[in-house]
């Protein structure tokens, strides 16, 4: 066995490192062992000064909590509160002279006095309390005030307490030494104490001067130690230091730990003896070293003991192992075989010699294996050829773009179907960047990096959408997917990109986004999105001191248009009336149509004294706007309500309530007027009509002079009324039909929900007369928002009226529009499924002219979706409307949802939507409403309960 002259046995290299290293350990532990102890001893001491700054703090409240009790019972008294009555200075001083001395037996009172609720003095014993800003606080907050006043020689606590004298309010004042509570708050801690204040020219008697420091000694405990200690530290100590981190001295083998913190606007300085917590640390520290050593020499002697016979072996075996490189497996298993000896127990080295030994055998039988292996090889690559080919293929011809990156985004491979996605070829993507494909910006600020994470494992997947560009320069949107493979031809990470291909979508998603903001009819901005600019408005002008105005537009005698020529004439003037208020208003202007006949606009940056050009320059421009009619061409005339941001109201209500009184004003003028809000002028009479339909909701709610009036609903499919909508009527004193201002004023009053509650009465009442009668009926009935707001109280009376009256829940249909359905989304649903748990139905009305959002459909567990009528009434007419109407009715039947079609007015109509697949119609043509008995007992007799 030959060796190299510059040989080194392992055992010495183990040996000699592992000891550098024990030592190293040793030293580490020692010290670390050392700052670990001093660490915790100084965490321990300053989570104890917490605790103490905290009692200090609790005996202090304590102290003002028994002064307050003290002065409640002095206040009490039948002899004071009949002095402060009189309002007397002898004898208030007289009534409070023996409580006084109570006081200062008791809690060591300085003073006690009495002032009025403006701050005169009426009478003192002591020194009069000079405490301004407290009588301020006492007086306009009406409950007890205090503070802490340190002088040069003491503490005291001033007390002011206001108390009812008859129905007067007088101010009663204590102050009283805080001594006590220093040596009670020392006796708790077992520390020295001393209360330091701000250093003046001359001194109090009794005071002690600390000239470095510029303080004075107002209190201290142990009075000769504390007072020297205190006159050493102040020629050698730093106070503002002290502040921060507590100074620990060390004379005549005492250690003294001395901390200062701020109280009360003075500096408490605390001195605790920590000799004995200081020496067991030190104690530790030496036994830890003491210790160490004795393992340390004891570990190394036993080290070289177990390393020197193992290494020896170790070292003759290694010499034999090169001949398995030489193919000596005979030669090298003899010369193992003459080491081995025979012993208890075997160790590395009898393993090392005997896994030679096997290695030996293993080697010459895996010679004889690798020929087989080799041809075994090369099937495999054949078959995973063909696999590839299957794959490559597969690729190819699914229906998206599939493309494999390197790690620098550029393109490894490309499938057909997605080069020809982009009009390239295969050939001139693949090995160009992906950059090609997807905006610059796109990729230089998000793809590139999130690429890089991916590549980095900082994530497992990437999903985004961007523009797919193609060669034609159009662009296509698409849905990325991107996650890691692994190429073993390149052996390296790629990047697998899947995108499919969403255009269509998004397309759709985007217009649904611009109905839910738009008017379907004219393109202008609708209600909801007119109260968020309003809002917005409202609070800029707020911020910024600027003014604009809210014009509110009403046409004049817009419905006999309607009436004369047709709904459709009426539509072509709304769209006419609305391209003139966009051509009339500044690019900074807001055009909105808020329902039917409204018109909205905001006017940014105006003065009220340019109103009157700008309001003349809108109405003068929609009275030459006209449309031809059925008989004649109709003229526009519109009444404008004007109300000044922020002068005419603090909220969007406001302001709209406002300008719709000025409009009214303006109808009232002659039409085609335009008045500004004046709330002399207009305050008065809307006033009074909103206290008539006040009273008219009281009246209604509680003589019940309403009527439900039955419009039946058209299964489209049979041609038979499948159900009724329960619709409410009003009329006013005049008889004529007011059911929608009704409805307002309910809405404003609050008594919304019980007239809900009142019409579930009446239908539920109806529906049981039915079924005396054996008719079988489905009715609707509507909801208000407000019921939501009150959910517990519309279920409960629902089940109190399941037990009153004998009907099936089945046969009851509950509507609630779209708007009010996502006010609260989550309380909506929760109380629609317990509805709908107990039979009920459910069906959103108004669907297409609020939010319209996909996600709040999909989250609403209604049966209908009853389309709006704006989008019915015009629909042999508007191809907008036959789109919108259509992919309503597709995504109800996703959701399998009946649908619903309102304003169905003639039988054009409904041979369109039946070609839609809509489910029932609703309207006039259908069926006008009409009283209850005229619905269901026109040919028949009613039977009687």
């Known amino acids: 066995m030959l060796f190299p002259s510059r040989f080194l046995s392992i055992k010495w290299k183990v040996f000699a490192p592992t000891s550098i290293l024990l030592s190293l350990v040793f030293l580490g532990f020692v ?150 509570l220093v040596v009670q708050f020392s006796q708790m801690t077992g520390a020295d104490i001393a209360v330091l204040t701000d250093r003046s020219e001359t001194l109090e008697e009794g005071a002690e001067d600390l000239p470095h420091w510029d303080r004075n000694i107002a209190a201290m405990t142990r009075l000769s130690r504390t007072r020297s200690l205190l006159m050493s530290l102040d020629d050698k100590a730093d106070l503002n230091q002290m502040r921060f981190e507590p100074l620990v001295l060390q004379e005549q083998g005492a250690t003294r730990e001395i901390r200062v913190f701020a109280w009360q606007g003075t500096d408490l300085v605390m001195i605790n003896d920590i000799t004995d917590e200081q020496r067991e640390i030190d104690s530790a520290i030496h036994n830890s070293v003491l210790f160490g050593t004795i393992a340390l020499i004891l570990a190394e002697l036993l080290l070289l003991w177990l390393l020197w016979k193992p290494m020896t072996r170790l070292r003759q075996t290694a010499a034999y192992l090169p ?123 998000e793809l590139r990096s999130e690429l890089a994470e991916l590549l980095a494992h900082r994530c497992t997947n990437v999903r985004f959408e961007s523009q797919l560009l193609c060669k034609t320069g159009t662009s296509l949107h698409m849905a990325w997917h991107n996650t890691l493979i692994h190429d073993r031809d390149r052996n390296e990470e790629l990047v697998l990109s899947v995108a499919l291909d969403i255009t269509a979508r998004k397309s759709a998603e985007e217009k649904m986004s611009w109905l839910a903001s738009r008017d379907a009819l004219t393109g202008l901005y609708n209600r909801r999105r007119f109260t968020e600019e309003l809002n917005q408005v409202v609070d800029r002008n707020k911020r910024q001191g600027n003014l604009s105005a809210v014009m509110f537009f009403d046409l004049d005698q817009f419905k006999d248009i309607n009436d004369t020529s047709g709904h459709q004439t009426g539509d072509l003037l709304l769209k006419r009336i609305a391209q003139r208020l966009l051509d009339i208003g500044r690019d900074s202007d807001f055009v909105a149509r808020l329902d039917g006949d409204e018109f909205a606009v905001i006017a940014n940056n105006v003065n009220p004294e340019d109103m009157a050009g700008v309001a003349e320059r809108y109405a003068r421009a929609l009275s030459q706007v006209h449309v031809e009619g059925k008989t004649h061409r109709h003229r526009c005339t519109a009444s404008i309500g004007v109300a000044m941001i922020p002068w005419h109201g603090d909220t969007v209500e406001d302001l709209l309530a406002n300008a719709d009184l000025a409009m009214y004003r303006a109808k009232e003028a002659g039409r085609n ?76 009053n609050g008594a919304i929900h019980v007239l809900d509650e009142r019409v579930v009465e009446r239908v539920m009442a109806h529906q049981a007369e039915l079924v005396r009668n054996g008719i079988e009926a489905c009715i609707a009935i509507n909801l208000s928002g407000a019921s939501f707001q009150h959910p517990e109280r519309l279920l409960q009376h629902i089940e109190q009226l399941l037990r009153r009256y004998p009907i099936a829940a089945s046969s009851l249909i509950f509507e609630i529009t779209e708007t009010a359905a996502v006010k609260d989304i989550n309380v909506t649903r929760q109380h629609i499924t317990l509805l709908r748990e107990q039979g009920f139905k459910f069906a959103l009305d108004d669907f297409g002219v609020g939010f319209s959002s996909l996600f709040y459909l999909k989250q609403l567990p209604v049966d209908y979706l009853k389309i709006d009528g704006s989008f019915i009434r015009n629909l042999c007419n508007e191809p907008d409307d036959q789109a919108l109407v259509q992919a309503l009715v597709q995504v109800a039947k996703i959701y399998r949802l009946k649908t619903v079609a309102e304003f169905v007015e003639n039988q054009d109509i409904v041979e369109l939507l039946k070609t839609y697949k809509v489910d029932y119609a609703q309207g006039y043509h259908i069926g006008k409403p009409l009283p209850f008995n005229e619905t269901f007992f026109a040919d028949r007799p009613v039977a009687q309960s």
């Not at 039988?365 to 080919?389: F, P």
């Not at 006013?732 to 059911?739: F, K, N, R, V």
């Open 673 to 748: 007027q335009w008045q500004m809000f004046d709330p002399k002028e207009d305050t008065t009479e809307r006033v009074r009509e909103r206290v008539y339909w006040n009273d008219k909701v009281d009246q209604v709610l509680k003589t019940g002079d309403f009527e439900i009036y039955f419009q039946p609903l058209m299964d489209m499919e049979t041609g038979k009324i499948a159900h009724y909508e329960a619709l409410l009527r009003v009329f006013s004193d005049e008889g004529q039909l007011a059911t929608g201002l009704f409805i307002q004023a309910a809405e404003r």
């Open 323 to 445: 001949w398995l490189a030489e193919n000596k497996f005979d030669d090298m298993r003899l010369a193992l075989n003459k080491l081995a000896r025979q012993r208890l127990f075997d160790d590395e080295s009898d393993v090392l010699s005997a896994t030679a030994v096997r290695v030996s055998q293993r080697l010459e039988a895996m010679q004889s294996q690798l020929h087989e292996h080799n041809e075994e090889l090369s099937r495999r690559s054949a078959e995973l050829q063909g696999e590839r080919d299957f794959v490559r293929q597969l690729l190819n011809t699914i229906p998206a773009l599939i493309m494999m990156l390197d790690r620098d985004g550029n393109i490894v491979m490309i499938n057909q179907h997605g080069a020809e996605m982009t009009g390239y070829s295969r050939e001139e993507l693949e090995g160009l960047s992906v950059g090609v494909l997807v905006p610059e910006e796109v990729w230089k600020a």
């Open 31 to 180: 010290f670390s062992n050392a700052l670990h102890l001093q660490s915790q001893f100084d965490h321990g001491r300053t989570q104890l000064a917490q605790y103490h700054r905290q009692q200090l703090e609790s005996l202090l409240n304590l102290n003002v909590l028994r002064n307050q009790q003290l002065l409640t019972s002095v206040g009490s008294g039948v002899e004071v509160i009949d002095a402060l009555v009189s309002g007397d200075p002898d004898r208030i001083q007289t009534s409070l002279a023996e409580p006084f001395w109570a006081l200062n037996m008791e809690v060591g009172a300085n003073d006690l006095s009495v002032y009025t609720a403006e701050g005169e003095l009426l009478a003192t014993l002591g020194d009069a309390l000079q405490v301004p800003s407290l009588l301020a606080a006492a007086r306009e907050e009406e409950r007890p005030q205090w503070q802490v006043n340190c002088g040069e020689s003491n503490c005291e606590m001033a007390l002011v307490m206001p108390l009812l004298a008859g129905r007067d309010i007088v101010l009663m004042a204590m102050s009283a030494s805080l001594g006590d």
